[in-house]
């Protein structure tokens, strides 16, 4: 069965939403570029919700000539909505029915492992149903001081155990945590 593996980058304060607009730690490094590029491309599609998708699509089809802009843009692309009819973005195919489901089944298809970017709705919706395999949360080192409960990793919701896997720190402050789901654990009174 192929393993979904979300990366987010998450702020001190546990805010996940525009990180392009938090202010700068300074470059990844060679270290970090190498760790988001080995993550794409050993994976052969992306979900996602229509959140990252409206930020991802005007983008990426805009480059080329590297090896990360060359795969996302070939790679399949899955986005669950119930608004978005018409992706413009090449490859990319709406899952407008049962998310739970229809991931379940991309899952169970043959094929490399699959990819999410960013924390949401979708997230939490893969994490309560044991879908969410792999958790690499990119730890800036900054409080962003102000968000909306939307633009926190929060959300009310059943609980979830990982296993710590691997630690990275970044020359800019930056910490990768890597987790893998446990399979089985008591988290407040629930079974997770």
Request: charged content about 25%; some cysteine.
């Amino acid at each position: 069965m192929r393993k979904i593996i979300n990366s987010t980058y998450i702020s001190l304060d546990g805010v996940i939403d525009r990180p392009h607009e938090w202010p700068s730690v300074g470059p990844r490094g060679d270290k970090g570029e190498e760790i988001v590029n080995e993550l794409l491309l050993s994976c052969d599609a992306l979900i996602m919700g229509r959140r990252t998708y409206e930020a991802f699509a005007p983008v990426w089809p805009t480059r080329s000539g590297d090896p990360a802009s060359d795969h996302i843009n070939s790679m399949r692309k899955y986005v669950v909505s119930s608004t978005l009819r018409d992706p413009e973005w090449k490859n990319t195919t709406v899952l407008d029915g049962d998310p739970v489901a229809e991931i379940k089944a991309l899952k169970e298809a043959p094929g490399k492992a699959i990819v999410q970017y960013g924390f949401g709705q979708l997230s939490h919706a893969l994490m309560a149903n044991g879908l969410l395999d792999e958790l690499r949360l990119w730890v800036y080192p900054l409080f962003v001081g102000k968000a909306e409960p939307s633009e926190l990793i929060y959300r009310d919701g059943p609980g979830a155990m990982f296993d710590l896997v691997d630690t990275t720190s970044l020359q800019n402050g930056i910490v990768i945590l890597r987790y893998a789901m446990r399979e089985s654990a008591e988290v407040g009174g629930e079974s997770a």
